[in-house]
């Protein structure tokens, strides 16, 4: 089982730094690294794979820099873009192919692997279809089947379920979940629900840097006491909504239930109640209008 | 290994636009070979005969003095035939294969409108020496060369534009995958670093190298199925496109041999500069065009730059034979009547550029 070690990765691009000073340590599990566009994540996940070189730090795979590992590295290796690369032209499964060739899958495996691969991804019976031809999510699927052709111990996956309506993200949620046994899989998103049913452990990332580390329950649990629940009035709901970061609004009758992230009691009659994931991304990654700016706001 | 050669050779021959333009200019070559064929024309003994029919006419003709060329010959072919020329009148040609040639070679014909036989005579004196004398003192071996004398031509114009039809092919190969983001997923395979990139050039290479074989192929068939084998073992500087003063081959097969390698040899430095051009490039189009610019940029400089130099006339000379050297002039450079020594060193400084262009974009490529 391989063991990723990040330590001290840094990358700047001119005069902004995209990953500031990132120290990680991940073995066998899902990682769900959050963060809004811009955060980091896609900058971060291209070094793990070895395709950016980090402008300071080192990343080690079972004590080895990768660079000096090189294709023994990129052997153990899945990867799936932000943005996934294909060729029009080609068929699905001559694209599989092609890769489990790059993959240096053995041929005789290779037929198999693509077979199962697109069995696995439902795209059997579009294997012989031109890729231009496919939909949004039958292009992630088949990223999904060429990141998984080599069976890779390090699986990394990058806003995997963009474009993706919600059945086609339950499914590869699903997929995920079934393959999570004995590897690594990191996958970058900004999409709460992602992560946050299938990560062993979450990352939260902002502004180059890891925020947040720990599973659900832990995240969950340091936001303690920073969410509320209220019942107002039209007016009131109107003020407190503009005034407070809201992760949901409710109609009940002729009230409104507010769920406030807030770090103090956001007013008279609010109760705490149990912090979500997603009211965790709220309290880190959500604008506060101009007018409140004088509510001070803490990390957690 | 092979399956990722295959498909990198599939990405380049799928592009449609590359086996189209191959198609219009063997289609080219072959109607200009048919019209070529057609027009011919040959005057023998007060008969004129005219298409495949004069061709055949010729070339017998041609059988009874070919062989070692002399001035016996020379005066035969004179008092047989006369001097060529073209009809006042008609603007047609008058006259045949033999007269022709002794005209064209042996006389002011080139001097003259060519419309009177009366202004026509034999050179003279210094005249004699500088433009007529080698043909005699160097033994040549006469026969019937007016076909290969065409190919040549030919050649020249499909090479030129073949190289531009392989631009449009290859010069995408890396900047595609930039492109279309594949890079990304390539470069993090195992072979995607390394072997991956060499079979992307190789197969680019392949690709090159059986494209201008098979344009020379063809052109040989075409050509010996209209004018067949003869004049094949005559002196190759018959050839107007032969230059008797630099490295010349013996015979017409020789130099078609010699030009068809250096064809190739352009072929293979074109890929070699395509390749590096491409990983240089994020985008296909900007590849395309700053291929198209390096491809034509030593015609710039044969034709104006080299005027406007500042530099002194070594470095000049250097520069202008690195310029010979490139794709555009490499395959023709026989008519630079360059002595074989410095073939050599083209060629030499073609293979140069060629692994430079190759192994610079092999690591651009890597490490983009």
Redesign the interface.
């Known amino acids: 089982m391989p063991e990723l070690r990040l330590d001290r990765i840094t990358k700047q691009f001119k005069n902004k730094i995209a990953v500031d000073n990132v120290s990680l340590c991940l073995s066998e599990g899902v990682y769900g690294f959050l963060g809004a566009n811009g955060a980091g994540k896609t900058t971060l996940l ?1 070094m793990v ?3 950016l ?1 980090p402008t300071a730090g080192e990343i080690r795979c079972n004590g080895t820099k990768i660079g000096k590992l ?2 023994d590295y ?2 153990l ?1 899945g ?1 799936l ?1 932000q ?5 029009p ?1 080609f068929t699905a499964r ?1 694209y599989l ?8 899958v053995p ?1 005789d495996l ?1 037929r198999e692997k693509v077979q199962e691969m697109l069995r696995l991804t439902g795209l059997s019976c579009d294997q012989r279809n031109k890729i231009k031809t496919f939909s949004g999510g039958m292009l992630r699927r088949l990223g999904i089947a ?1 990141a998984l052709l ?1 069976d890779p111990e390090i699986l990394i996956l990058d806003e995997p379920t963009s474009g993706l309506d919600p059945k086609e993200r339950i499914r590869f949620r699903n997929i995920i979940s079934s393959l999570s046994k004995g590897r690594i899989i990191i996958l970058s998103t900004h999409i709460v629900s992602d992560v946050e049913f299938i990560a062993d452990e979450i990352l939260l990332m902002k502004q180059g840097r890891i925020i947040e580390q720990g599973t659900v329950k832990e995240v969950t649990q340091n936001a303690d006491g920073k969410v509320w629940e209220y019942l107002a009035g039209p007016d009131e709901s109107l003020r407190l909504n503009e005034t407070f970061s809201v992760s949901n609004l409710k109609n009940e009758g002729d009230k409104v239930r507010l769920r406030i992230v807030s770090d103090t009691c956001p007013c008279d009659g609010a109760v705490p109640v149990r912090p979500g994931l997603e009211d965790v991304y709220l309290y880190h990654f959500e604008e506060v209008s101009e007018h409140v700016d004088h509510l001070e706001r803490r990390t957690l | ?1 092979w ?2 050669w295959k ?1 990198e050779l599939y ?1 380049i021959s ?1 592009r449609k636009i590359i086996w189209l333009g191959v198609f219009l200019l063997l289609a080219f070559a072959t109607i200009r070979l048919y019209g070529e064929c057609t027009h011919y024309t040959t005057v023998i003994d007060g008969n004129t005969y005219q298409g495949p029919e004069a061709i055949r006419k010729d070339k017998e003709l041609t059988i009874r003095f070919r062989g070692l060329l002399t001035l016996e010959k020379i005066r035969q072919i004179y008092n047989e035939y006369g001097f060529f020329y073209y009809d006042a009148d008609t603007g047609n040609a008058a006259g045949n294969y033999l007269n022709r040639f002794i005209t064209e070679e042996f006389t002011n014909f080139r001097q003259t409108d060519g419309v009177d036989p009366e202004e026509i005579h034999f050179r003279k004196g210094a005249d004699w020496e500088n433009n007529s004398a080698y043909l005699l003192d160097r033994k040549v071996r006469f026969d019937y060369v007016y076909g290969w004398n065409d190919f040549a031509e030919m050649y020249v114009l499909v090479i030129v534009a073949l190289f531009v039809i392989l631009i449009l092919g290859i010069a995408p190969s890396f900047a595609e ?1 930039y492109q ?15 072997a ?1 990139i060499w079979m992307k050039i190789l197969a680019a290479l392949c690709f090159t190298v059986t494209l201008t074989c098979g344009a020379c192929i063809y052109l040989w068939c075409i050509y010996l199925a209209v004018y067949g084998v003869q004049g094949l073992d005559a002196s190759a500087i018959l050839l107007s496109f032969a230059t008797p003063y630099g490295y010349c081959p013996e015979n017409v097969l020789g130099f078609f041999l010699y030009i068809t390698f250096l064809g190739i040899s352009g072929a293979i430095l074109l890929t070699g500069i395509e390749m590096l051009i491409s990983a240089l490039c994020k985008n296909s189009f900007l590849a395309l065009i700053f291929s198209l610019a390096v491809y034509l940029f030593p015609v710039l400089w044969m034709n104006v730059l080299r005027f406007m130099c500042p530099f002194g006339q070594t470095i000049l000379s250097h520069i202008t034979h690195f310029m010979v050297s490139m794709p555009v002039y490499l395959p023709v450079s026989t008519g630079f009547a360059l002595p074989s020594e410095q073939m050599v060193i083209h060629l030499c400084t073609a293979l140069i550029v060629t692994a430079g262009g190759t192994y610079m974009s092999y690591h651009r490529y890597r ?1 983009a």
């Open positions: 291209r794979c070895g395709v070189k090189d294709g990129r052997c290796l990867y873009p943005d996934f690369g294909y060729y032209d001559r192919e092609y890769l489990a060739a790059c993959k240096a041929r290779a060429q080599n | 290994m399956t990722i498909e990405k799928s995958e279309l983001k594949t890079a990304d997923i390539l470069r993090t395979t195992r072979r995607g670093k390394g991956g490490n």
